[in-house]
């Protein structure tokens, strides 16, 4: 099973502030990480997929970077928005297809 | 758009039986998707249950294999999630979702539906 560990815990930051994320995977996922976002009783929304490539109607201050066993997701410019939960996930290697613990973004 | 909604009793007794059916609206469950489940237990993070393809062909999580079936129903355009034996661990909020075949995300998610082992 590929274990992915998400840094940091809990990021505090502000408005306008640049925020990054980091997965990191415990074997290599080639380009096949996937980036979610998850706010307070909503379902998760997909941000990145294939490490770089925002999804549909994503706005352009996420970027997802990285390949083999370290990611990152940068959001340029935090709007208030923004502050949520972060999840990597992997598609690649299964069973199981897993997910990271999460980054929590606060203000 | 295609669009996903989760069913099915937000309380199940211990040792009893969970079923949940996804609902896939605005799309065919026979096209090239993959159609999965995901559980969150209340307060923690994510975790992958399994997933199914309009053949049939299922992957599962090993940690729940023995437990899952996820089944088809093409007739009705849905999909359905049993877990046996439940226990209080099992309580979850539970997402079905959709992963585009030959992508590596799921890209359509359901609102969750909210499951209570107690009795």
């Known amino acids: 099973e590929i274990v992915l560990t998400q840094s940091p815990a809990t990021l505090s930051l502000s408005p306008g502030e640049r925020a990054a994320l980091s997965c990191r995977a415990s074997?290599?996922?080639?380009?096949?990480l996937a980036w979610y976002q998850q706010t307070p009783g909503q379902a998760p929304r997909l941000l990145i997929y294939?490490?770089?490539n925002r999804a549909t109607g994503i706005p352009a201050r996420f970027i997802g970077s990285g390949s083999g066993t370290d990611f990152t997701l940068t959001i340029s410019s935090l709007e208030p928005e923004d502050f949520a939960v972060y999840y990597c996930?992997?598609?690649?290697?299964?069973?199981?297809?897993?997910f990271g613990q999460g980054t929590k973004l606060e203000i | 758009q295609v669009q996903l909604q989760e069913s099915g009793p937000g309380l199940v007794k211990p040792s009893g039986t969970l079923s949940l059916t996804c609902a896939v609206s605005?799309?065919?469950?026979?096209?090239?998707?993959?159609w999965g489940w995901v559980r969150q237990p209340p307060g923690k993070g994510l975790e992958w249950i399994g997933e199914?393809?309009?053949?049939?062909?299922?992957n599962y999580n090993p940690s729940l294999k023995s437990r899952v079936t996820i089944a088809v129903d093409k007739s009705k355009n849905q999909f359905s999630l049993k877990l046996t034996s439940v226990t209080a661990a099992d309580t979850a909020v539970y997402y079905c979702?959709?992963?585009?075949?030959?992508?590596?995300?799921?890209?359509?998610w359901g609102q969750g539906t909210t499951v209570t082992v107690s009795s």
């Open positions: 979702a959709r992963a585009p075949w030959g992508s590596y995300a799921m890209d359509v």
């Open positions: 605005g799309g065919s469950i026979s096209s090239t998707d993959w």
């Open positions: 199914i393809y309009h053949s049939g062909s299922t």
């Open positions: 074997q290599s996922v080639d380009s096949h």
């Open positions: 294939d490490a770089s």
């Open positions: 996930q992997q598609r690649y290697n299964w069973p199981p297809y897993t």
